[in-house]
């Protein structure tokens, strides 16, 4: 059946003169018939048609042109009748992920005109389905897309007349983000026709009911929309406040905890000679407790500023073999069970913020040390990786206990995330570490990563980049300068 303009004019009727319509479709299906009714009416009136659509829509296209008695093949055989691939044909004019507009005008206008051609007649009006704008759309490039629709209107008004219709699937623009962009579309076309659902409504009385349950439903829609933004902007709010109070809470924790570790290291002094090794054993203990706090403290203000925004850093550049031996001194310190192994030196300086990447490190050991109560040494490998142009450092902390299942190793980079334990193991804590171990390593242009295996060990990768230029000479080339 090939639809004329006297049926239904409004939603069905195509017609051979300057128009440019859109048509929503939700199924393929759909789509075939729509496009079938408007070329086959071209081809039915003797004018000339072009199809460019993907492989597939074509062939159902002439499938349906068959059907209806269209014969598309003797009209290629007469050059009435040109299909094209629409990716192929996007391809000749976009530069740059856009369209070309004289690229555009040539490729396209010349087509037009070649199927408009008959010897020694008046050229016939041609038909044109296109779905190039529904590709760059579903390829996320909604600009071009919109961009190609003025194309065709600037091509229609430097141009004999012919009929143009573009298609484009209702579910591209589902969400309520996609609003503005399809009035954009709606915009830039004569009629746009509705998707089969009310398209192929037969009488006036049952698309008044479609539009008045689309009336309510969008307006319910409406409230809906307006309801979840209320409850984001309450939840931001709440976030906001519970940022506020983290900070303030540790702040306040901060001063009195400080103050308990120093009164613990005078107390140390004074009874070293005085008392039994036990107490002394305990003050010891007490200090690494505190030392834990003070650096779990410090996490969570760290986390909040982060969320605020209003995290600080003090750059400088810095002798990066010196920090991370530092670090560890520090942890050895208070590790009682452990023991932390160096391995290896860079050599070089890193630019950055000293007491942050500190932190970081001594993050991932305090983990290696708590996620191995059966593996007493860590390893701590520093090295460099010579780039032109510049060079990365390299620190290693590895360890050989519980390891991170698979599954895991995604998210624990994440702010609160903790591998959840299958062999009944707890670990306290509170799922920061690494979260700010990783914010501060990507601060300074580096890379933060885990290789593990479950019940073998984990080793985390820390990488960074060198100061330029500044390269220490490395330990072959330190002793070098020894022996000359
Ligand atoms: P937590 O306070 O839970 O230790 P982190 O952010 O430091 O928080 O680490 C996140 C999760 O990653 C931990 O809960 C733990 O399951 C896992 N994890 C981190 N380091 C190691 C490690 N060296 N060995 C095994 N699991 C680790």
Known sequence: MIISSDEGADTQGWQASSQHDVQFYESDDFLAERVGAFIGAGLGAGDGAIVIATKE?????????????????AARLERRYVALDADETLARFMVDGSPDPKRFARVIGRLIRATAQRAGQTPRHVWVFGEMVALLWQEGNPGAAIRLEELWNELQDAHDPFSLCCAYPMRAFAGEEQRNAFIAICERHGRAIPAESYATLATPA?????????????????????????????LREMEARKDAFIVMASHELKTPVTSLKAF????QRRLASQTDPRTLAMLVRMETQL??????????????????GILTYRDSSFDFDAMVRETVRDMQAVATAHTIQMEGESGTRVYGDRDRLSQAL??????????????????????????PGGGLVEVAVRDHGVGIAERHQAHIFERFYQADDERGGTYAGLGIGLFVAHQFVERHGGRLWVESREGEGSTFHMVLPCVRGEMMASPVEKAREGVS
Not at 366 to 381: C, E, G, L, Q
């Open 362 to 387: 001594a993050n991932l050991v305090a983990n290696a040390i708590k996620y191995s109560p059966d593996a007493p040494t860590i390893f701590v490998r520093l090295g460099n990786i010579a780039e």
């Open 291 to 308: 030392e834990r706090l003070i650096s779990l403290i410090g996490d969570l203000l760290d986390v909040s500023r982060m969320q605020s």
């Open 206 to 234: 049952e698309r008044e009911r479609a539009i008045t349950l689309l009336q309510q439903r969008a307006s319910s829609l409406e409230a809906e929309i307006a309801e979840r933004r209320q409850i984001e902007a309450q």
């Open 57 to 73: 829509h074509r062939k159902q296209i002439e499938r349906r042109l068959d059907a209806e008695g269209a014969r598309p093949s």
């Open 264 to 267: 613990t290291q005078i107390l």
